[in-house]
């Protein structure tokens, strides 16, 4: 059984040093963790092959397959991904505000590392050097508790990073990653409050539910995306259909990808038949309300459950509404406050959209697949957060940080 | 019993309301609220009186009395209290950030409300004002539920705001008052994360604790501070006592107190003996470490308890080090992350001190007492945050809002 305790109190130990280290000396050993893991790439394809042997064994879904297989290419690009984040400015330090009072103290507003961060997650292993990277860089200490079925590939990667960590001088423990993978020590792992300052759960929607109702450390929610784009009766139809294309089948298993459609009645005549058409060559089903059904009879008939699901397939639920104050009750009753889109050319329409949707993201004629911490021009993204607490939507280095009051006196009481 | 979901319902909806009212909108009722406060005042007292009545019944302690009392004073001072939130800016729809992107994409970061805001609070009727007025100015709606010794007196002055409310036109569920005193229901309340965005627990350690453990929903950990000064070894041993006085026994209750003392030795001699002459006049008792001892053996033993303990009282846990690497270390051991500071001369260990003391505000040269929301100027505060996400330190207006992006598109796709 993996000593959480023990971590916990190294990670601390670990963030107490990183706190301190310069932007410059925080470069350095990024550069040599991503040299690092190309020089050492035969031992981690090594170890990532007794991952895909044992998947393979237990008659994993090709695809998932596919996401598990390392190459010397996506190490290659794992490394590229470290060095991408050397040229980010670095958040820390940062003075965010300077005000005095009236009895002379002044108070600054410094931008701190949050600490210790906990991150778990089922996805590919580039996930262990990218969250690294981003901790990293950001001064806080990193506990990782990946899949199991990718144990062996993580642990191989966290080595190679923690060895190039010691030459550059640096303490290993700034990334630690658990090699227990049983489901108890995440359980445990999530009562660590004394040690861990934020969970980050990455994943299935399965996974963060159960992170977010059992754990005691502050949680960041990610990733869920039932994401909507509502095409407006002053819309282009044109511009819909593409933008529908888009958000739809572009990459369908990713959490900004749109699942639900609601459409203006008035709008029907004009737009189903030929974004029908368009769907239809890349085979996605339509799961519909009686009003659509009217105008696509092929259309199946869409349920309740169907509304509320985020499909990540080639599937899409539709539904008609008669002006925009039922598209927006019908948005905040089913979406997942990640990403929605509406398509009008009626600038106070839109602008009513924006403010009234709750979501991260609310977009005007544009593709939900635009919420992405790259595509917002962060450079880098360590999920999507839904939640309205700490930050929203795709998170960068600043959404790493905290910050802490510093109160110059000469004396002052109350 | 309580219907939780039904109150989280008509507060998701009152919260939809309330992000679209104009700040003139919010400020005239507030003013309405506070006008019906002092116009009620006979019912409000008259419902305090019940519960002084049952507290006293059940032999509650005369200083706790004292906290649940109303005259027509503290209406007063409540109402007053709201007038003060008329007078702050509202930063709801303030456009934060606004960046284009290579494709043309325009991105606009602006603030809004957090939604719905659940209150746990053990603390005296006048939160249930302050509480309500700090949400409503933010466009949140709340949803309270305060001491069963309280009870009578929170619905009073609950149902008086909202008459109020609804007289200005405005729902009255901005304000809901769980009229069920069960624990029970906090348990029930703490699983309604489909209905409330953010919790906030106020009052003893016990409370904030079994909230943290058990509440689904994202929460703000307020409150206990296990404050220290640490004198340096370059201090000014006059302001030192004049700092630890004042720390320490200005309001023994708060979480801003100071708890413990730690010493640089070589400043033993000069500070101890003024010092304890000192804390004699004000009845402080003193545990103290063998170092402290050595000068001072008046001073009881401190135990590893002491150093780890809020007194809350006129008790003071006293510690000696060797220089500022070994105070940090121990106050970064035992501390809970609210407020420090370091009396000091010398620029470089100020500096030092403030930089790795890991805790929300960290003083040089000034009381530990400053940290209070209006001390900082915000005008108002909801509690002080003890944890890195969100918010950190005293709470105002701004850490009661979260933030939307607002993407202006052209046909944009990936």
Known sequence: ??????????????????????????NQALRAAADALCANSAEILAQNARDLEAGEAAGMHPGLLDRLR???ERIEAMAEGLRQIVLLEDPIGEVMETFERPNGLILQKRRVPLGVIGIIYESRPNVTADAFGLCFKTGNAVILKGGSD???????????IRNALETSGITADAIQMIADTDRSVTAALMKLDDFIDVLIPRGSAGLIRAVKENSRIPVIETGTGNCHIYVDKEADTDMAVSVIMNAKTQRIGVCNACESLVIHQDVREALLPKLAAALKTKQVEMRADEGIRAYLPEAAEATEEDYGTEYLDYIVSMKTVSDVSEAIDHI???????????????????????????????YVNASTRFTDGFEFGFGAEIGISTQKLHARGPMGLKELTSYKYVIYGTGQIR
Not at 1 to 26: I, P, S, V, Y
Not at 150 to 160: F, G, P, V
């Open 70 to 72: 390392l190459t010397n």
């Open 1 to 26: 059984m993996t000593n959480l305790q023990e971590m916990g109190k190294k990670a601390r130990t670990a963030a107490f040093g990183l706190q301190k280290l310069t932007t410059e000396t925080k």
């Open 332 to 362: 905040n009753r089913y979406n997942t406050k990640h990403s929605e889109s509406i398509i009008t050319e009626n600038k106070e329409t839109a602008e009513r959209f924006l403010n009234e949707v709750d979501a991260a993201c609310v």
């Open 150 to 160: 990718a144990i062996h590939s993580n642990l191989a990667i966290a080595d190679t």
